[in-house]
C-alpha cells in the first residue's frame, strides 16, 4: 500500500493523516478543534431536536451544535483536532495513492 507522505523541515518524510469524519453523536460542540485547525476545514453548525441541521438564526430551533467538515479538501493530516478533542470524535486515515 503506497501513501501520501510529506517531508518535515529537516526533510523527514512523514505521513500525514487526513480528516475523514467527526462523530456528531460524540461531539459536545466545545470548539477546541475549530480553534487549533489553522486550513479552514472546519465549522460549528446547529442541529434542532430531529437532529437535522438548521440556520444559527433560527435560535427557538437549536437543540445543541456540533462540528461539521466544510472543506475536508484543506486538510493538510495534522491531526491537531483529533489531539484536542475530548470525546474522540475523530476519524483520520492516510491518502491511499493505489
Ligand atoms: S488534521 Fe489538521 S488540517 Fe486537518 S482538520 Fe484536523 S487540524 Fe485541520
Ligand atoms: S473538539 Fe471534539 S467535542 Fe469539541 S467541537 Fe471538536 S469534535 Fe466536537
Given amino acids: 500500500m503506497a501513501y501520501l507522505t510529506g ?55 437549536i437543540e445543541r451544535k456540533v462540528m461539521t467538515l466544510i472543506q475536508a479538501e484543506n486538510c493538510v493530516g495534522c491531526q491537531a483536532c483529533s489531539r484536542v478533542c475530548p470525546k474522540n470524535c475523530y476519524t483520520h486515515g492516510p491518502l491511499n495513492l493505489n
Avoid at 505521513?15 to 476545514?41: L, M, S, W, Y
Avoid at 437532529?51 to 435560535?59: P, R, S
Fill in 7 to 61: 517531508l518535515t523541515l529537516g526533510k523527514k518524510t512523514w505521513t500525514p493523516e487526513f480528516v475523514q469524519a467527526i462523530d456528531h453523536t460524540r461531539c459536545i460542540g466545545c470548539g477546541r478543534c475549530f480553534k487549533v485547525c489553522g486550513q479552514n476545514v472546519l465549522l460549528l453548525k446547529a442541529l434542532n431536536e430531529e437532529g437535522d441541521f438548521v440556520d444559527d438564526e433560527e435560535e427557538d430551533e
